[in-house]
């Protein structure tokens, strides 16, 4: 004997002989979810690679790096380490950036624009 799933049951199941109504997710009013702009589809699969050897390249090397951010903020340091959503960068302070923020970034010997 299975068991059957135990629903709220609402004034309009009971009119209709109490077969509970199925909601489409489509029509649901619950917002859509949001896709941090770091996370990576197959498709962007070489575009991630490329930038994972890039800043484990800067990482072992202790490469100074000035980091432009979107507001036109500059962080200068070294990357120490890197996730998904996030670099973190040692200069002055500590600093904890988030990659979506992140504008374009260049080593410090080099020309920036």
Known sequence: MGLSPI????????????????RNRRNSTAPARFRFPAQITDVDAPLRHAELFY????????????????????????IEWYD???????????????KSAIKYMYKLGDVGQ
């Open 55 to 78: 800043l484990q390249k800067q990482i072992q090397l202790q490469t100074p790096m000035v980091i432009v951010l979107e507001d036109g903020e500059q962080v200068d340091g070294c």
């Open 84 to 98: 998904r959503n996030t670099l973190k960068v040692r200069g002055k302070t500590k600093t904890l950036i988030y």
């Open 7 to 22: 629903l709220p049951t609402t004034r309009s199941e009971s009119v209709r002989g109490g077969r509970p109504q199925v």
